[in-house]
């Protein structure tokens, strides 16, 4: 019950705004759009004051983190730089045969020997 009184007393402050701002608009409208660009205007003077001293101070842009993140970012770029190419082209060695790389066996791991003929007749479990 109480929230449905509250929502029709909202709706009607609402209905009402809606009047005022019509009658305004059309009995004296220039001072209608004065009073509208000075509240415009107030919003953004708060809004620019509580950025300035607020909203400034709690993210710091050259905090210790940024600037090694920027380091971070200046190393990963002059690691992974790919070298342009030149115009004229280098002068290439002929090429040689080369051999296949054979893999080589792990030397530490060893094979157990039991006996694989012998195989569990599972179907009978």
């Known amino acids: 019950m109480g929230r449905s009184k509250f929502s029709i007393v909202v709706y009607i402050i ?6 005022g701002l019509i009658s305004q608009l059309f ?8 009073n509208i660009l000075i ?4 919003g953004v003077a708060v809004f620019a004051l509580l950025y300035y001293f607020v909203l400034k101070k709690r993210t710091p842009s050259n905090s210790d983190d940024m600037k090694k993140y920027k380091k971070a970012v200046k190393q990963s770029k002059s690691k992974y730089k ?6 004229a ?4 060695k002929p090429v040689v045969a080369q051999k296949k ?4 066996r792990a030397t530490h791991l060893k094979v157990i020997e039991g006996n694989k003929t012998k195989r569990k007749d599972r179907a009978s479990l």
Request: glycine share 10%.
């Open 14 to 19: 609402i209905g009402l705004a809606v009047i």
């Open 27 to 34: 009995g004296n409208t220039i001072n209608f759009l004065t």
């Open 39 to 42: 509240m415009f205007g107030i």
């Open 82 to 87: 790919q070298t342009s190419y030149n115009a």
């Open 89 to 92: 082209p280098k002068q290439t």
């Open 101 to 104: 790389k054979r893999t080589k």
